[in-house]
Nanobody
Framework: QVQLVESGGGLVQNGGSLRLSCVAS????????MGWFRQAPGKEREFVAAITWRGGSTLYLDSVKGRFTISRDNAKNTVYLQMNALKPEDTAVYYCAARFSSAIRTGGSDYGYWGQGTQVTCSS
C-alpha cells in the first residue's frame, strides 16, 4: 500500500520560511518523479514544483522560482519543499504527489499517488 505523508506546514508571517517534507512508503521511491501541488480556497489545484529520480532536473511554477526549492533524499524516501520569502498568496493546502516515470509533468492527472496535504498559511 502506497502512502505519502506530508508534514511541516504551519502559520508564518509575510517573508517567513517553512520546510515541507513528504515521506513515501510502499513504492520504489527512486523510480518516481516527485511533485508538490497546492490548492487555495476557491481555486483550482496548481503545480508548484517537481524533481526527477536522482534530482538532476527540477521544474517550478513561475511565481515561486527563486523562493522555493525542491529536493529529495532517496535513502530516506523523502522529498522536501523549502519555502522562503513566503507571501500571503502562497497560502494553500500543499500536497505531495508521485509519478511513475522519468519525465516531469505539471498536470495533476499525471500523478498516481497523493498525500493528504498540509496547510500553509502566510499572514500579511
Amino acid at each position: 500500500q502506497v502512502q505519502l505523508v506530508e508534514s511541516g506546514g504551519g502559520l508564518v508571517q509575510n517573508g517567513g520560511s517553512l520546510r515541507l517534507s513528504c515521506v513515501a512508503s510502499g513504492l520504489t521511491f527512486n523510480r518516481y518523479v516527485m511533485g508538490w501541488f497546492r490548492q487555495a480556497p476557491g481555486k483550482e489545484r496548481e503545480f508548484v514544483a517537481a524533481i526527477t529520480w536522482r534530482g538532476g532536473s527540477t521544474l517550478y511554477l513561475d511565481s515561486v522560482k527563486g523562493r522555493f526549492t525542491i529536493s529529495r533524499d532517496n535513502a530516506k524516501n523523502t522529498v522536501y519543499l523549502q519555502m522562503n520569502a513566503l507571501k500571503p498568496e502562497d497560502t494553500a493546502v500543499y500536497y505531495c504527489a508521485a509519478r511513475f516515470s522519468s519525465a516531469i509533468r505539471t498536470g495533476g492527472s499525471d500523478y498516481g499517488y497523493w498525500g493528504q496535504g498540509t496547510q500553509v498559511t502566510c499572514s500579511s
